[in-house]
């Protein structure tokens, strides 16, 4: 199993946290939001995050960015 981190995930423009989370596979908490883009948080292991992209791009919205902070 892999280790739980806390990921950043950059998206283009601004999002609805409604719709964000409405079915997420993972709570995704807004960290910043400004006019041209908005920043996610999202605690999970690297098959999480696999799947937080997936459902990202599934929504059609522009992956930015992917950071990883080690805990």
Known sequence: ???IQTYT???RGR????EIGA????????EH???QN????VLTDQSGIIGVL???HGR???ILSVHCEEL
Do not use: F, N, W
Not at 15 to 18: H, K, L
């Open 1 to 3: 199993m892999m280790e």
């Open 9 to 11: 995930i950059l998206l």
């Open 15 to 18: 999002i609805d946290p409604q």
């Open 23 to 30: 079915a997420s596979p993972l709570h995704m908490k807004i």
């Open 33 to 35: 939001m400004e006019t």
């Open 38 to 41: 908005t920043k996610l948080e």
């Open 54 to 56: 997936r459902y990202l």
């Open 60 to 62: 059609g919205l522009v």
